[in-house]
């Protein structure tokens, strides 16, 4: 999820781009250039061929930013945080730090992103007539983009969550039923059987056609499909169960504890397994030590009081949070550890690999409850 580079700021969002997209920017730039475009253009040149693909793909890739901008900049109006939008394989996926609140705003800002990209279908449509007579190559490369933002537009109004489609069926059930979870139920089962039509879909048209292409890049389609909607139900459920968990029931109960005046490489042998160290000195608790981030040589001839972050630099979250804001703190500070407010004495600490157990536990648990 985290991997890419950013590319730069627009409307406050912070835009990236997954790894996986330089692939699909090359395999667009080729298909155009060797397949699409030589069939119309007799006369071109393949330097000029390849200008006109990456070009073109460029703009693709532009439709793409258009199509998750128009969502995150419904959201924003809609009182959401948007932090980043990241490009992926299949189109783009904008980073919210929060679920919409109400149907009606949830309806609005899926709506923008299919809505946006029918816009600039219309709109290079309109180019292609115009520059039909006059540049045949510059007709033909918005022609190709009027197609492939219609096709955009089209696949993610499919009614199968969490596609664009899919989400505005749930504000619709959301609005008429006032029930989010069974409205969330509902459209991610439909996004299961989109995706099960198109793997059938696939599975007719190589047995038919024997169109292997078409019938393969279906069923894959399909499989994608039902298995993000399938992961967005459990994401779902998983979320609603960690909203009811208290900061109290994650806690890291058994963080080992060692003398400041320790020697790392000592402390190593004789506990070699954990993660995380709570250094004591004289006045008690002063420090927690990650293990992972210090196992180097030049760290392990250290004592403990070298090498530990004092308690109070570590980020401390009230105690009426509950466990799925600290995870979403936690997401978006990448930190893997925060010290929970108290009134007492009593320091504990929540980390990453605690609530990951926790979530590991509930989701045994509570899928099979639902
Ligand atoms: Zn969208």
Redesign the pocket.
């Known amino acids: 999820m985290e991997q890419g580079i950013n590319i730069g700021k627009l409307f406050g969002i912070q835009f990236r781009l997954h790894y996986g997209w330089f692939i699909i920017f090359g395999l667009v730039s080729v298909f155009l250039a060797t397949q699409v475009f030589p069939d119309t253009l007799d006369n071109a040149t393949n330097l000029q061929l390849w200008i006109m693909g990456i070009c073109t793909s460029l703009l693709f890739f532009a439709s793409v930013i258009v199509?998750?901008l128009a969502?995150s900049l419904v959201g924003k109006a809609n009182g959401m945080k948007v932090k980043s939008i990241t490009l992926f394989i299949f189109g783009g996926a904008a980073n919210m730090s929060e679920e919409a609140e109400t149907a009606g705003s949830e309806f609005k800002m899926a709506l923008a992103?299919?809505a946006a990209s029918l816009g600039l279908s219309g709109i290079f449509y309109v180019l292609y007539i115009n520059l039909n007579g006059q540049s045949p190559e510059l007709a033909i490369m918005n022609y190709w983009l009027a197609q492939i933002n219609l096709i955009l537009a089209v696949f993610?109004l499919i009614p199968g969550f969490p596609l664009?489609g899919g989400r505005i069926l749930r504000a619709v059930f959301w609005q008429t039923t006032k029930d989010l979870a069974k409205s969330t139920r509902i459209s991610t089962i439909a996004g299961q059987i989109f995706g099960y039509l198109f793997i059938l879909a696939g599975v007719f048209i190589l047995i038919r056609t024997q169109d292997w292409l078409s019938g393969i890049w279906l069923g894959l389609l399909g499989w994608y499909l039902s298995d993000t909607a399938r992961n967005s139900f459990r994401q779902y459920t998983l979320q609603q169960i960690l909203k009811r968990v208290t900061p109290v029931e994650v806690v890291a109960s058994d963080i080992p504890r060692a003398k400041s005046t320790q020697i790392f490489a000592d402390y190593l042998t004789q506990t070699p397994n954990g993660d995380y160290i709570l250094v004591e000195d004289e006045n008690g608790l002063a420090g927690i030590i990650n293990q992972h981030s210090l196992k180097n040589k030049d760290n392990l001839k250290s004592t403990l009081a070298e090498l530990y972050t004092p308690i109070n630099e570590i980020p401390v979250i009230p105690s009426d949070t509950n466990a799925l804001d600290i995870a979403r703190r936690m997401n978006e500070d990448k930190i893997e550890i925060v010290r929970l407010a108290s009134e007492d004495t009593r320091v504990s600490f929540i980390t990453l690999d605690s609530l990951i157990a926790y979530m590991n536990k509930a989701s045994e648990k509570g899928f099979t409850d639902a």
């Open positions: 199509h998750e969502h992103g299919p993610n664009d």
